[in-house]
């Protein structure tokens, strides 16, 4: 069980500026995020689109500001979880909290501040009868252990670079391991992808290791012992047909989830969490709440917000983890303790 002073829930513009903040307050953080990178909505909506209203920031993109935010944060190092989606927080008889993820993670905080903006990005989920019980068996949104598609037959389903990517992947393992035919469904003809992408999956149809399908899956069905596993398919024009699939790799992309913060006990008001806007505390004691999730009177959902409410929520909590150490206001510019905690100390 990793134990930690605080632990922050989301890794989104807010929740790396909530880190940089409470390293600045001397508290030892953890970081943990659904998505397997930081950044969360300017990462995974608009990476390349430019934001104008971060302060100091003339223009710049929002990969470029997630960077910007990174490096800041590099000097406290905290420790990073990613590829995690959070699904307990629950007090424990000593009033800290437990956290839990679905890789069976656990932590325990003195303080847990919720950054989890517009909710946790998980794969959109793939609607054909019969997936809701054969995800992790035939049914994959991720592609990891490329060895055990060998020999199968494997149908990737969307149409865009991740889709093909998985495609260019499977179809580069050594022969042994490769699957036996690569069918990639999409429900049009027209894929988007970079152009020398789409030229490698091209050469890969003509020499017959893949092929690209055009339909809309319906039914998942598994093997038996007599029969493969398939998926049915129903074509824009013609019959319905049927795909052999022993797995079936799902790149549907990633839709954001309000998931499991329901369940927590917080106070909720039009799925935000409730705030006091002067320390950001939910109504639970130690459990704070920044950026897009939380609302009070006159919220307004913008980064440079988010920034405010994390400097407010790091003094409350640090209040929190040391009760008896006073937390005066120190500039970054002038103060010997701030910067021998940013490692720029002379
Ligand atoms: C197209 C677009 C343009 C925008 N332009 C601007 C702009 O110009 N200026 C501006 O100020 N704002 C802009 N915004 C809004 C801005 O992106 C958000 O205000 C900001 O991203 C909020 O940051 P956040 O850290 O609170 O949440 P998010 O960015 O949503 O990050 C939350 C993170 O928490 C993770 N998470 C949630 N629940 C869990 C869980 N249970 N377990 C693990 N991880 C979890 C998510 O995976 C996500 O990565 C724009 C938004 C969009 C969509």
């Known amino acids: 069980l990793t134990d930690t002073d605080a632990l922050i829930i989301g890794a989104g ?4 500026y909530q880190a940089f903040q ?3 307050l001397g508290l ?8 397997p990178h930081v950044g969360g909505q300017c990462a995974e909506l608009y990476p390349d689109k430019p934001l104008y209203d971060i302060p100091g920031l003339a223009v710049c993109t929002g990969q470029e500001l997630v960077a910007a935010l990174a490096l800041q944060l590099r000097p406290f190092a905290p420790t990073l979880h ?5 699904q307990r927080v629950a007090r424990q008889p000593d009033h800290r909290w437990q956290v839990s993820t679905n890789q069976g993670q656990s932590i325990v905080a003195r303080v847990v501040v919720i950054a989890a903006g ?3 990005f998980v794969p959109r989920a793939l609607k054909v009868e019969g997936a809701d019980t054969l995800v992790g068996k035939q049914l994959f949104y991720q592609l990891d252990s490329l060895a055990t598609y060998a020999g199968q037959h494997v149908v990737v389903v969307g149409g865009d670079e991740l889709a093909l990517s998985w495609v260019m992947r499977l179809a580069g393992q050594p022969p042994e391991h490769r ?4 069918s990639l469904l999409h429900r049009r003809a027209v894929l988007t992808a970079p152009a020398d992408l789409l030229r490698q999956f091209d050469a890969l149809c003509q020499a017959g290791r893949t092929s690209l399908v055009v339909g809309q899956p319906t039914r998942l069905t598994p093997a038996t012992g007599t029969q493969a596993g398939s998926l049915e398919i129903a074509a824009p024009e013609g019959s319905p047909g049927a795909l052999a699939a ?7 992309g990633l839709s954001p989830q309000l998931g499991p913060l329901a369940g927590w006990g917080l106070a909720l008001e039009r799925k935000q969490l409730v705030v006091d806007p002067a320390t950001c505390a939910t109504d639970q004691p130690g459990v704070f709440a920044v950026g897009d999730i939380n609302t009070y009177p006159g919220k307004k959902k913008l980064i440079v917000c988010g920034f405010h409410e994390s400097v407010m929520a790091a003094y409350a909590a640090a209040a929190i983890v040391h009760p008896d150490v006073a937390q005066p206001l120190l500039y970054t510019t002038t103060s010997t303790l701030l910067h021998q905690r940013l490692g720029v100390a002379h």
């Open 118 to 120: 517009i909710g946790a």
């Open 13 to 16: 513009p807010v929740g790396l």
């Open 28 to 35: 030892r953080v953890h970081l943990v995020d659904a998505l």
């Open 179 to 182: 699957p036996r035919h690569i």
């Open 246 to 252: 022993d797995a079936v790799l799902a790149a549907t």
């Open 82 to 86: 990613l590829g995690q989606l959070v």
């Open 22 to 24: 409470l390293g600045l």
